[in-house]
């Protein structure tokens, strides 16, 4: 159990950590990087499997953010967009079809087991329809996760002054 919490751990600083300080020490204003983090969550829970990396590159193109950032942040919330699928396949589909279908996620892995357009050509509206209900959340989503990384960003970065020394001349 140690050994895995070691694992964890060592990865957590070498992929998040350590790039995030980097990140700080090039001088990303607090506003820009919680942008582009919470740009990267968004774009990253995109419904359409193998998708969110290009979703996440518009998003990056249209509101001029850091791609590194944004698609690295994508990568790190993969499992939130599996999470998130079937919820989103079934809002869109119950808010915009007139028949509702009852979505498994065994059905989805199978339609996308043989190839991304296997299954977008299996699924079509009911995909449609998700990216459709992701659109609606994601913009407040985005909104309320930049103010949050914009606090949390701030308070870091106060953090880090309070600590550092003060040279008198």
Do not use: D
Not at 116 to 136: D, Q, T
């Amino acid at each position: 159990m140690k050994r895995i919490i070691n694992y964890i751990s060592g990865q957590y600083k070498k992929n998040v950590s350590i790039p995030l300080a980097q990140i700080r020490k090039e001088g990303f204003s607090s506003e820009k990087l919680a942008l582009s983090v919470s740009l990267g969550i968004i774009g990253g829970t995109f419904p359409i499997i193998g998708l969110a990396s290009l979703v996440c590159l518009a998003l990056t193109i249209l509101f001029k953010q850091n791609l590194v950032i944004v698609q690295v942040t994508n990568y790190l919330v993969y499992p939130l967009q599996i999470v998130l699928l079937l919820p989103l396949l079934r809002i869109g589909n119950s808010v915009l079809a007139s028949n509702h279908i009852a979505l498994t996620l065994s059905q989805v892995v199978l339609a996308f087991k043989v190839g991304i357009l296997h299954g977008i050509n299996e699924l079509g509206i009911i995909l449609l329809y998700g990216a459709l209900a992701w659109v609606v959340v994601a913009v407040p989503a985005l909104l309320i996760l930049y103010i949050i990384f914009l606090v949390f960003f701030k308070r870091i970065k106060r953090i880090k002054l309070k600590r550092s020394p003060v040279i008198s001349q």
